[in-house]
């Protein structure tokens, strides 16, 4: 009995090190997307555990485990507001195998533990899939099995020596590695669903960031404060300039105080073919999931000849749209054309729409366009004069504009002059309509930065912008970038040398620092590796790919069928490889020798018999073929004296045969000839 | 030391014709300090082969014919009351000797036998108090008829267990009994047979036999054998840790008569049939014991 305890005792040591190890990488992952205390309360009941380890402590009672299991639910309860839902049931479980820690001491605890936390371990995956995050799960499931491991050999020892931590990782390491051929083919042909997976509640989506359907001055420099990835595109051909790359979104036709809006009048799409010249530019799209509809295309985009997501359609306004909103990364072509004469006829409706004002607001600007009215200009000469004034006035450009007053543009116009792309977008826009000129404000991203390694372009965040389009008779509706009369620079070599460096621009977007940059595009050229071939793996993806090795159309249900198979196939081919090898029997250097040997030897007809002494056999060999008589008593002899006999002390820890008579016996077996 | 034993192995053939294997194996029994079982018909040299032996290592030799009315004091000995010293003397039994032949133990009473047995286990003797220490070396080759026969009190499980080894002698082949007949039978050879070696180096090639290397690619193949015996629904009870230490040390018997310095799986092969058939009882009363054991060989890979 007392040697049981002991046993016992040993078997927690060791287990409960690497249980919490593999714990604390999991917790550190999830400090990240869960409430902090949840992370904490792992920290406390897990040092808990170790003292109780380390110095013998007793383990709590009932009547202090059962109020903190109640305690510890309600206050995921009063945390999420639910016990439901992705974050609270993780939550929940986290805050539950904190505490089990404390009753963690048996064989079937430990097991127990281990299989929860594979789960809770994984289920990180639901928050976060970058690669990183990725290796440290793998990190934390090594250390999970090495648990296992360490529980299945139970050993009376009472120390534990510092090889076993290493063997046991190894071990387990290589457990996992076996384990990947099963991981990739259900990888690759586990029935992909089409659309977000089932379970995923709402929640899930939360804190994406992008463009909104309206504008307000201060949301675009606020998204521009984020290095986060909008997509990444690759081009066919040649990236176009930086000047040239306007990516469209949503088109904001509604103005309502500060505040620009989508329209969500219903205008069927203009019947006149829109007139493109010059080269047509193909290029893929990789979209970050943002929870809205929109489709980013280049300007101007022709969906007819693009491969976008099912369902996707094209507005009046030359904005793409989804059905669903993007809550996972997509990939789609786009095809553009950079020059375009759009709209040469303005419908009654549009023109409505694009003059729409709200009545007595900014006297000065109303003011300052009825000039320009009364001055008889053309509408050309409207947008020159508004674009010289931005030219030449003291406009600024920047991140940090100050506050504006009550009427926004004059404001911004007449008074503080400083501003980010939304401020010179909407007043101009407003100021060509007050002088009645059809103007809308277009937002999407402008630019973007190459990534050598992997030649693609990344747009950012930080990247988003607004412009205008003006309605000209004769010339349809025109870009015309405000923001471009003010700083050349944004337009040309993007965000990060138009704005002085005491802006808060994301670190990744300025200029300075090559090394950490550079270092920076090759890890975002791993990242889009993945994204794309990892994660991006859907069922078009899937379905491609088995097309292309069974050159077959199939259907998701076949996959199913090939997965099976695959997996059974997979089986039988292991079992093979384990029972050839004398029933799973670790082979030792002399042994596969040996096995050589009598490869060649039952290749010519004498196979040896599996309760056949190599003395024994090796006498029969060589009378059933007498040519090679002294050779194959010579190897048999050798064989049998490497394998039974005392050796020198050659290596130190094993009674193993020294390297010399290794080789021997393998120049002996090469040598033998059978004809 | 392979000279020695080549010499004791053809001096014995010279009285036991054409049994070199069985010579061979009594000769590995006596080297792991074991006690020989001969279990035969009778008139096969039994009694001749153990005595031949008994000569040729220059051993002290008694003989005992076991029967019914035999009594544990005729062969331990007993003390008798000297009327001139006026106390009691004791008389050793015959078997205070080098080798004990025990012929026909099995017609003797359970009593008698197991006094016989406990002898050999302890190699001494206690008699009203005194233990009296048996001469080394010291062993027990006893004989036996088959159990079928009348009147024969068989050994249980237990007591064979005692015996390292139980061979047969079998029937000699044409050519030997031939020889045999030509000759005057063994008895007239026997007188003058000289030794080859004494008692003193017996010890020493028995010491030897406990250095012969064991290694553990063969331990696995000896626990192999020994888990198949427990796991098999081919017998009734598996072989013992004791009949383990048993094969090993027969085994390395074995390797010192074939002048290796390590035990090879073939060695073990060859004393199982001896060491491990008398020790294992089949489920099936069908097949005998030797057609068990080959089977047993042939399930387990070397």
Redesign the interface.
């Known amino acids: 009995m007392a040697s049981q305890t002991e046993a016992q005792i040993n078997i927690s040591k060791q287990a409960i090190i690497w249980l919490l190890l593999s714990l604390s990488i999991t917790f550190t992952l999830y400090a990240f997307n869960l409430e902090n205390w949840v992370p904490a309360c792992f920290v406390v009941f897990a040092i808990w555990r170790y003292l109780i380890e380390k110095n013998n402590w007793a383990y709590p009672k009932l009547w202090l485990r059962f109020p903190l299991t109640i305690a510890g639910g309600i206050a995921v309860l009063v945390t999420y507001g639910s016990l439901f839902g992705r974050d609270a049931s993780v939550g929940l479980l986290a805050v539950m195998i904190s505490m089990k820690l404390l009753e963690t001491r048996t064989k079937r605890d430990f097991v127990v533990m281990v299989v929860l936390s594979y789960f809770l371990t994984v289920n990180i995956l639901l928050f976060t899939q970058a690669i990183w995050v990725f290796l440290a799960v793998l990190l934390a499931l090594i250390g999970l099995t090495a648990c296992l491991i360490s529980v299945s050999h139970q050993t009376k020892q009472t120390t534990i020596s510092p090889q076993i931590w290493k063997v046991q990782a190894k071990l387990a390491g290589k457990l996992l590695l076996q384990a990947t051929p099963i991981m990739l083919v259900l990888f690759v042909l586990f029935p992909r669903i089409p659309g977000p997976i089932w379970g995923i509640p709402q929640d899930a989506y939360s804190g994406m960031t992008g463009l909104s359907d309206s504008m307000e001055p201060g949301n675009i420099s606020q998204l521009s404060l984020s290095s986060k990835i909008a997509f990444r595109v690759e081009f066919k051909s040649a990236i176009p300039a930086n000047n040239q790359l306007y990516w469209r979104g949503p088109v904001l036709w509604h103005q309502e105080g500060r505040r620009w809006q989508m329209t969500s009048d219903n205008i069927p799409l203009p019947t006149e073919t829109i007139e493109t010249s010059g080269e047509a530019t193909d290029y893929t799209i990789t979209l970050e999931p943002h929870n809205r509809n929109w489709l980013l295309m280049l300007d101007l985009p022709d969906i007819a000849s693009s491969t976008l997501p099912a369902e996707a359609h094209i507005k009046h306004d030359m904005q793409v749209l989804s059905k669903e909103p993007i809550r996972t990364r997509i990939r789609y072509q786009g095809h553009s054309y950079l020059h375009y004469t759009l709209g040469a006829k303005l419908s009654e409706h549009e023109r409505t729409l694009a003059l729409q004002l709200l009545e007595d607001e900014n006297p000065k600007t109303r003011q300052l366009a009825a000039t320009w009215v009364s001055e008889n200009k053309s509408p050309t000469a409207i947008v020159e004069a508004a674009l010289r004034m931005f030219r030449e006035q003291t406009f600024v450009y920047t991140l940090a504009p100050p506050r504006l007053g009550k009427e926004p543009v004059d404001d911004f116009l007449f008074n503080t002059k400083r501003g980010f792309c939304e401020h010179y977008a909407s007043s101009f826009v407003y100021l060509m309509r007050a002088a009645g000129v059809p103007a809308r404000i277009v937002t999407g991203y402008q630019g973007g930065e190459i990534n050598p390694n992997g030649n693609y372009l990344i747009v950012r965040q930080s990247d988003a912008h607004a412009w205008a389009e003006v309605w000209i008779q004769d010339q349809g509706w025109v870009r015309v970038d405000p923001t471009s009369a003010v700083s050349p620079d944004r337009i040309e070599f993007g965000i990060g040398t138009a704005l002085p460096d005491s802006n808060l621009l994301p670190l990744l977007s300025r200029q300075d620092y090559p090394v950490l940059k550079n270092l920076y595009m090759n890890w975002d050229a791993v990242n889009n590796g993945w994204n794309q071939w990892v994660l991006g793996y859907d069922q078009d993806k899937q379905l491609a790919l088995l097309k292309k090795l069974i050159n077959k159309d199939i259907a998701w249900e076949d996959i199913g069928l090939i997965l099976v198979t695959t997996m059974i196939a997979l089986m039988l081919f292991v079992s093979y490889l384990l029972l050839r090898n004398?029933g799973g029997v670790v082979l030792n250097p002399t042994n596969k020798i040996y096995q050589q040997f009598l490869k060649k030897l039952s290749k010519a007809g004498v196979t040896k018999?599996?309760?056949?002494?190599?003395?024994?056999f090796g006498n029969r060999a060589a009378k059933a073929l007498p040519n090679q008589a002294i050779e194959i008593l010579e190897i048999s002899a050798l064989y049998?004296?490497m394998?039974?006999?005392?050796h020198q002390a050659s290596s130190n820890i094993t009674?193993a045969p020294n390297q010399q008579t290794l080789s021997l016996l393998k120049q002996l077996v090469k040598n033998l000839k059978i004809k | 030391m392979k000279k020695i034993t080549d010499a004791i192995i053809s001096k014995t053939s010279e009285v036991i014709l054409g049994k070199e294997q069985q010579i061979k194996l009594a000769l590995a029994c006596i080297l792991a300090k074991g006690h020989l079982l001969i279990e035969d018909l009778p008139g096969m040299g039994k009694t001749t082969l153990a005595h031949t032996l008994a000569q040729v290592l220059g051993l002290q030799f008694q003989r005992v014919q076991f029967t019914s009315d035999l009594l544990p004091a005729d062969v331990l000995g007993v003390s008798v009351y000297d009327r001139n010293a006026a106390n009691f003397k004791f008389h050793p039994g015959p078997i205070f000797t080098n080798v004990l032949l025990a012929d026909e133990i099995n017609r003797a009473t359970p009593k008698t036998q197991s006094a016989l047995l406990e002898v050999m286990e302890e190699a001494q003797v206690t008699i009203d108090a005194v233990t009296y220490t048996l001469p080394q070396p010291f062993f027990v080759i006893a004989t036996q008829n088959p159990s079928s026969q009348i009147g024969t009190f068989a050994l249980p499980e237990s007591q064979l267990d005692r015996f390292l080894m139980r061979i047969t002698i079998n029937y000699p082949d044409a050519a030997s009994e031939r020889k045999l007949l030509q000759s005057n039978g063994g008895r007239e050879q026997l007188a003058k047979l000289s030794p080859v070696i004494d008692a003193k180096q017996l010890q020493t090639l028995q010491a030897a036999c406990h250095d012969i290397?064991v290694?553990?690619?063969?331990l696995d193949y000896l626990q192999a054998i020994l888990k198949y015996t427990r796991q098999s629904a081919q017998f009734n009870a598996g072989l013992s840790p004791r009949a383990g230490l048993s094969l090993k040390q027969c085994a390395q018997a074995w390797a010192m008569l074939d002048g290796r310095?390590?035990?090879?799986?073939?060695d073990i092969?060859a004393i199982l049939p001896s060491v491990a058939g008398h020790r294992l009882v089949s489920n099936s009363t069908l097949t005998g014991s030797v057609d068990n054991i080959a089977q047993l060989?042939?399930?387990?890979?070397?």
């Open positions: 004398n018999l599996r309760h056949e002494g190599a003395i024994d049998s004296s394998q039974y006999a005392k009674n | 290397h290694s553990d690619a063969l310095d390590h035990v090879i799986p073939e092969q060989l042939k399930s387990v890979t070397v």
